[in-house]
């Protein structure tokens, strides 16, 4: 039997890399050798025993590989494609995923809140020399030549959710908009943390460095009329902080 | 418009009490234990806010829009890629990543 290195959860603050065997393409599924993954926020919650997964199970969720075996029933694709796979992997089939709801598949029964993330939740995940797709031909995306697998690792879990952030509120052009977290991730040159200070959204051309922004459907901060500013505006901080509107400053996962 | 993106009582505090009238809190962080509405922070109910929470969108055609994306150069994710290890140390960068140390965002991990 061959075998693999794998990630696994044993129990609070008990990860072990391990050998396992190596996982076999069933029907609509294929089995990708991983060329690079990452680690979630989400993996120290489960590390640290606070979202609960059952001991035994390969951890990770954020997979960029290369296809070692296609299951039947596996069209399109060929063994050596370079390809992404998203933290969640919808069925395809079910109601959630036909009414849009890529997040929610309820595995060709209903809708099932977080049902759609299986790798490392459910059944094994990314943080392996091999992964199992399930529903491959709904979840396999071929990486274009153009782009490396560093570049497309973080699509999995943070670019799409942190999009969908937007996406779900709704933003539209003019809107201000602010961003609690522990990093910044959806303005301009991302990867600068902000501590959750008052941020410009996507649509936005610039942040203000200390966020303190009305968009103005321009770029500019609205106080500043700067591209980039400090707005180191005592007077601005104190008219904040006497509104209770204090920002941020928190210590978190992202 | 407030985007939530850690999963804290004071992160939604924060963004609900951000929002103008009508506003939208957007919310993607994972909650453990207790969250709680202040009825000020909530406007009393009236102050028509919307709130919305997401999960991660999956499957093949998000992601070849998301590619599509860094490819036309409309954002770089690759500055968050602040460290490298090998699967093989692969509790090492747990260790790191869980300290937060070293300006960590997020590491590379290579079989």
Partial sequence: MQTMKATVFHGPNDIRLE???????????????????????????????????????????????????????????????????????????????????WAQCGHGEGIEAVGGWRFGNTINGAQAEYLLVPNAQANLAKIPDQLTDEQVVLLADIASTGFSGAESANIRIG????????????????????????????????SCSDGNVEANGRGRCARSNRRRCRCQNKEAHQRRRRRGDRSARTSGDF | MAIEALGLQETFENCLRSLRPGGTLSSLGVYSGKLQVPYDAFAAGIGDYKIVTTLCPGGKERMRRLMLMVQAKRFDPMPLLTHSFKLDQIVEAYDLFGSRRDGVLKVAIRP
């Fill in chain 1, 19 to 101: 050998e396992l065997p190596r996982p076999r393409a069933g029907t609509g599924e294929a089995v990708i050798r991983i060329t690079l993954t990452t680690i979630c926020g989400t993996d120290l919650h489960i590390l640290r025993g606070e979202y609960p997964v059952k001991p035994g199970l390969v951890i990770g969720h954020e997979p960029v590989g290369v296809i070692e075996e296609l299951g039947e029933g596996v069209t399109g694709y060929k063994v050596g494609d370079r390809v992404l796979v998203g933290a969640i992997t919808p069925c395809g089939q079910c109601r959630a995923c036909l009414s849009g709801q």
């Fill in chain 1, 175 to 206: 809107d201000t908009g602010r961003f609690c977290s522990g990093t910044d991730w959806l303005v301009r040159n991302g990867g600068r943390k902000v501590d959750g200070r008052f941020l410009h959204h996507r649509r936005g051309k610039r």
